[in-house]
């Protein structure tokens, strides 16, 4: 459980780790311009469409979405309380950096992030030095403005060489994928060549470290980068 204060009553609800998982999802769709649609949470989350309803039924009547003919949103209670979510989920990425491969780091702040409180979150935040990203570089709630200078991978030509500077959240929900790019060095910070481009194939190649990596669009779109 974690506590956020309601803005208009100033009363402090408690939210479910269940619904905890679905308002950091819909931030990141929602910060994006993304639609929120019930079928990409299931797939996400990993369970089944009538299931997703039942608890967006619920996050309505608590107050943290709407649903209506404009779609899925936030309320503002709902922004409030996602914000927290995802910064204790980033700052715990960080704690866990040391000691983890940077592939667990995700899933392994999924577990701890409803466990931490207002004020070991503020001690961790000062500790850590105030990062503006998680360590697969996506941006803090208000720091949006690190990372907006970085640019899709899907948008480089054949010969351009980048800094590969950021994975995003939704990539970060696929264990498997985040082991595959660790382990071909496909992680932040490390640059990369784009060697060939197949649009009838859908894939990209990059060299990373003289090392040839095929990705899938699919993937592709998910990885940004910062040009040299
Ligand atoms: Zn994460
Ligand atoms: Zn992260």
Redesign the pocket.
């Known amino acids: 459980m974690t506590n956020v204060t309601n803005l208009e009553t100033n009363e402090t609800i408690e939210i479910s780790e269940t619904i905890q998982d679905y308002l950091s999802l819909i931030y990141v769709m929602e910060r994006d311009g993304e639609p929120v649609i019930g079928s990409r949470l299931a797939e996400l989350l990993g369970v089944k469409p009538p299931t997703v309803t039942a608890t967006l039924k619920r996050m309505v009547r608590d107050d943290l979405i709407t649903m209506d003919e404009n779609g899925t949103h936030l309320t503002d209670q709902g922004w409030a309380a996602s914000k927290v979510v995802m910064r204790r989920?980033?700052l715990m990425?960080w704690m866990m950096q040391k000691t983890l491969p940077w592939s667990k780091?995700?899933s392994e702040?999924h577990h701890l992030e409803h466990a931490i409180s207002a004020m070991a979150e503020s001690a961790l935040m000062e500790q850590l030095g105030r990062p503006q990203t998680?360590?697969?570089g996506?941006p803090l709630p208000g720091c949006e403005s690190a990372v907006e200078n970085w640019v899709p991978l899907l948008d480089l030509a054949v010969g351009e060489i980048a800094t590969i500077r950021r994975i995003h959240?939704l990539a970060?929900e696929n264990t498997d994928l985040l082991g595959y790019l660790e382990k071909n060095l496909v992680i932040p910070g490390v640059q990369m060549e784009v060697m060939e481009i197949l649009p009838f194939n859908q894939t990209v190649t990059i060299s990373v470290g003289e090392k040839p990596v095929t990705l899938g669009n699919a993937v592709a779109k998910y990885i940004f980068v910062e040009q040299i």
């Open positions: 989920h980033m990425e780091l995700h702040a998680c360590p697969h996506n959240e970060e």
